[in-house]
């Protein structure tokens, strides 16, 4: 099978987030499964930087950059206006058998839902979380209503729509149309578990990070902004006094990084947080295998890549409800917040470092869930089943 991949940011872009990372995990196991893979995308990289490449091969996955109008809208306000890819997309789309698309507010998508109806070409849209009401009010409000407004026949168009919950079909594809959840397929994102084994450890981590033997490490990775609820871990942390700790934060900043160092200020916490800035790969794997907890408060997720990330590490976790992930309960990988608040944080942090036995059951859990329920080679043949309909209809 020949698959297009239309996606608006991409490797080595991995400070976006989530879908990058889905994208590519799952186009090297199509590939291992014998499939061809070419993924669409735009050259936003940095503030200051675009990719510096028209085509590139990456383990396999044929890629394509399309220059935006404006790398800064790009980066800072997702604002994606790739030059050239409406004719390339005219002239190659013969070349694939279905195109998915990944996020929704994209010019290429745009480009997507006006041309392949006319070439009989089934185009799949998987929007990651973006119709949620809280991101949308969180972050370019007016555009993004008024871009559903007008075109929300991207969605009718579509011949399917995947999503990873059940809450993101049943919340957020029927507040718009009830008609729109009939063809709505929930699919969960996955890990190669072929790849999965536990970090090095590097003593010299939490020496360099200026954390005492007895303090706990408290770990967040992923993009820093108003949605992942990074507020409400640290005024929870303020309410822990008893528990020696450092809280590592590791991504980019989205616009809260300041407020969020004054408030590390105000609750007089600031000597306890140690903001990172990104980091990826091996070095990431590094500080996941040094850490003793991840803490993520998000408001809003679709299935949140960083969670998963963190239990494939054997790293308990703590999370909001609001992360769609019930599975870590029901295994025992760490603790699933009943209301996203400071305080329901605090003690869910306090429990778990008050039991340290608790503490190894959890880790080895951790391990199992990725193993039991992400397994990337069944969710892939998921994703093929899916594809394959699309096609013969």
């Known amino acids: ?31 291992r499964q014998g499939h061809e893979v070419t993924v669409a995308t735009t050259d936003v990289l940095t503030p200051k930087r675009r990719h510096d490449k028209k085509n590139d091969l990456l383990d396999g996955i044929n890629i394509v950059y399309f220059k935006n109008i404006s790398n800064f809208l790009a980066y800072k306000a997702n604002l994606y206006l790739p030059i050239g890819f409406r004719a390339w997309l005219k ?22 839902s006006k041309i392949a109806p006319k070439f009989y070409t089934p185009f799949i849209i998987q929007p990651h979380g973006a119709l949620n009401e809280i991101r949308m009010n969180a972050r370019m409000k007016t555009p993004k209503a008024l871009f559903l407004k007008i075109f929300a026949n991207i969605l009718k168009l579509s011949s399917i729509i995947i999503v990873s919950t059940d809450a993101e079909k049943n919340n957020e594809i029927s507040r ?57 871990s640290l005024k929870a ?24 160092k004054e408030l590390a200020e105000e609750f007089q916490i600031k000597d306890r947080i140690i903001f990172l800035g990104p980091i990826f790969g091996k070095e990431l794997s590094e500080h996941l295998g040094a850490a003793d907890l991840f803490l993520f408060n998000s408001r809003s997720e679709s299935l949140p890549m960083a969670v998963l990330d963190a239990c494939a590490a054997s790293l308990p976790v703590v999370i909001s409800a609001n992360c769609n992930l019930p599975e870590v309960e029901i295994f025992g990988a760490g603790i699933v917040l009943k209301e996203n608040t400071p305080e329901e944080t605090a003690r869910a942090i306090i429990t778990y470092f ?14 199992k ?25």
């Open 1 to 31: 099978m020949k698959i297009l991949f239309v996606i608006p940011y991409f490797a080595p872009a991995w400070s976006f987030g989530g879908p990058v990372k889905v994208v590519y995990d799952l186009s090297k196991e199509f590939i």
């Open 91 to 112: 002239k190659n789309i013969r070349n694939f058998d279905v195109i998915h698309s990944h996020d929704l507010y994209s010019g290429l998508n745009v480009a997507v």
């Open 176 to 232: 718009i149309s009830e008609v729109l959840t009939r063809k709505t397929y929930v699919v969960p994102n996955g890990l190669n578990i072929g790849q999965l084994s536990l970090p090095k450890l590097n003593p010299k981590l939490r020496l360099r990070l200026g954390l005492k033997p007895e303090e706990k490490m408290i770990i967040y990775f992923g993009r820093i902004q108003f949605i992942k609820g990074l507020d409400i």
């Open 237 to 260: 942390l303020a309410l822990i006094k008893n528990i020696p700790y450092k809280f590592i934060v590791i991504g980019r900043d989205e616009g809260t990084l300041s407020s969020l």
């Open 354 to 367: 008050s039991n340290p036995a608790s503490s190894i059951v959890m880790r080895q859990e951790c391990h």
């Open 369 to 393: 869930l990725i193993t039991d329920h992400f397994n990337l080679t069944t969710i892939a043949k998921q994703y093929l089943t899916l594809y394959k309909q699309v096609i013969t209809s």
